[in-house]
């Protein structure tokens, strides 16, 4: 069975200052696919950034940056200078097979609030 | 058009009545699905559809019937809903194939009295 999870329920930074979010996974599927997603208050789940179990580099995109260390098996989120409008939870999902599909199954979330 | 539209966003409903939720894609997309997001709980799966065929039903009580009559488009039909079924119910598609990011919905805050 396939596992995410996120072991800060919240986390605290100043505005302009960096911030990691963590994520470790657990599956035994050798290709795999691992995403974040930011949920504001408004509810929308808004996609971030994508990591591919074989990318040999690590994805960014923007202000977020992804720290995959494959064989820890975690998948770190790296917001660089961080603004108010970051605040809201993000969530690290995994894509997992079954039955020819591929779903997102996500871990429990971090709420993230940016303090001016 | 957004990506991917739900209806209504806020919806009060009392333990005997029918209601039904409508999701509807403009991507493309051969994927839907349907979660249900509890404060507290982590995104829990209930309905997955690929190419208008049901793959996956994550044990939901029988008072959640899905509907998805094309690619586009996806219902969730409630009917004498519980106290505790109040949650905000996300709609999301992906394309099958590429298998990259699932989009979502704006989702559906439900309160059931």
């Known amino acids: 069975a396939q596992k995410i999870t996120q072991t800060q329920p919240g986390m605290f930074v100043q505005e302009k200052e960096a911030v990691t979010l963590d994520c470790t996974y657990d599956?035994?599927?050798?290709?795999?696919?691992l995403f974040w997603y930011k949920q504001p208050s408004s509810g929308e789940m808004i996609f971030l950034i994508y990591?591919?179990?074989?990318?040999?580099q690590n994805a960014t995109e923007g202000r977020y940056s992804l720290n995959f260390q494959k064989a820890r098996k975690s998948a770190n989120l790296v917001i660089s200078a961080s603004q108010l409008g970051d605040s809201a939870m993000y969530f690290c999902?995994?894509?997992?097979?079954?039955?020819?599909?591929?779903?997102?199954?996500f871990g429990r979330g971090t709420s993230l609030i940016v303090h001016p | 058009e957004t990506g991917v539209t739900q209806t209504p966003r806020h919806l009060v409903m009392g333990m005997t009545n029918k209601k039904s939720l409508k999701c509807e894609q403009h991507?493309?997309?051969?994927?839907m699905y349907w979660y249900k997001q509890s404060a507290k709980k982590p995104l829990e799966l209930m309905f997955v559809?690929?190419?208008?065929?049901?793959?996956e039903n994550n044990s939901v009580p029988s008072r959640f019937s899905p509907e998805c009559p094309n690619s586009s488009h996806l219902f969730l039909h409630l009917h004498t809903l519980q106290p505790e079924d109040s949650a905000l119910y996300l709609c999301a598609s992906s394309q099958e194939g590429a298998g990259l990011e699932a989009f979502f919905g704006q989702g559906t805050r439900l309160t059931v009295v």
């Open positions: 599956t035994s599927d050798p290709s795999y696919g």
């Open positions: 559809y690929n190419f208008k065929e049901q793959t």
């Open positions: 990591q591919g179990s074989y990318d040999q």
């Open positions: 991507l493309g997309h051969n994927a």
């Open positions: 999902a995994m894509r997992r097979s079954s039955g020819g599909s591929y779903i997102p199954t």
